[in-house]
């Protein structure tokens, strides 16, 4: 199981909540590095998110037709 780091966006959902991960890669001409990022919908759990929160997620089975993440923990909590 992959686990990834990644920001909670939205947790308007009940049991679903929209993490970005972020990456940087270096473009191929100019060497200059480009933040790219990419949204997913992560269960929650028993846990309490709120936009903002650092999350720990991992790979899992299709929950649904976009789940495919559960989140783990809770590594730094939004103020």
Known sequence: MKAIIAKVVSAKMEKTAVVSVERVVVHPMYKKRLRKSK???????????????????SQTRPISKDKHYKIVSIEKESI
């Open 39 to 57: 949204g997913f919908k992560a269960d929650t759990g028993e846990f309490k998110v709120k936009p903002g929160d650092i999350v720990k997620i």
